[in-house]
């Protein structure tokens, strides 16, 4: 049980273009999910917080018009790169929660962004 | 402040022989704990988790945790290293007051047939 579901696993895209990521909880109903950037060989970076159908929190220094997510129902959140360029080139990992204080958090497999 | 350290960034074990990773934490309050791996290009999957029950957790694949409040540490174990368990390793505190997970640096796991 518990399974998070990320889509695509990997992207290449040109610059300039938008590049939208989904995540779905297969399983469950995620009341929170969260969206993280790994840059290689490195600790997951949270980028921001999301609750059904409120406004995503984001972490200082993310950039809420470059990273739009929204989380539209308990089973899905989309994060969508606007305008995308190479430095924008990383792996995504999504992760979802069923809300217990001491519940783990459920990973989906990583979206392999290349921005060209 | 809550934070989470892994004392090394790099272990590297011969097949066969026990796994020792190491993990503290701090925490002004009564954390959850968790280790996760991650095999490269992929997600992370929960290996175990420390929820104040049992203070020594049993997780997949052989992998075992002991939570000691005195030593706030909470270092992952196994007995004999099999090829399959080469891969990045990460602690996590969650503290449930501020509903925040905190991920340590990650420990890169060799493991040498």
């Known amino acids: 049980g518990a399974v998070v579901s990320q889509h695509p696993s990997w992207v290449i895209c040109k610059s300039g273009t938008s590049v939208k990521i989904e995540c779905r909880s297969l399983?469950?109903?995620?009341?929170?999910m969260f969206w993280y950037r790994q840059f290689p060989k490195q600790s997951l970076m949270l980028m921001a917080t999301?609750?059904?159908?409120?406004?995503?929190?984001?972490e200082q220094g993310v950039e809420k018009d470059k990273f739009l997510i929204n989380h539209a129902s308990l089973t899905l959140s989309t994060l969508t790169v606007t305008s995308a360029h190479p430095e924008d080139s990383s792996f995504y990992i999504c992760s979802a929660s069923m809300g217990a204080s001491n519940s783990p958090l459920h990973f989906g497999n990583g979206t392999r962004l290349t921005v060209t | 402040a809550q934070s989470v350290t892994q004392l090394d960034s790099h272990v590297s074990v011969s097949e066969g022989t026990p796994v020792l990773l190491r993990c503290n934490y701090s925490?002004?309050?009564?954390?959850?704990l968790f280790w996760y791996v991650q095999h490269p290009n992929k997600g992370l999957q929960l290996l175990l988790k420390?929820?104040?029950?049992?203070?020594l957790v049993k997780g997949i694949n052989g992998f075992e945790a002991e939570f000691k409040k005195s030593e706030t540490s909470f270092h992952l174990t196994k007995p004999s290293a099999h090829m399959s368990d080469a891969a990045e390793y990460f602690c996590?505190?969650?503290?449930?007051?501020?509903?925040?997970?905190?991920f340590g640096p990650g420990t890169s796991l060799s493991v040498i047939p």
């Open positions: 420390y929820t104040s029950a049992a203070t």
């Open positions: 399983d469950f109903q995620a009341t929170t």
């Open positions: 999301s609750n059904e159908g409120s406004k995503a929190t984001y």
């Open positions: 996590v505190v969650k503290v449930a007051s501020y509903d925040k997970v905190i």
């Open positions: 925490s002004s309050y009564s954390p959850s």
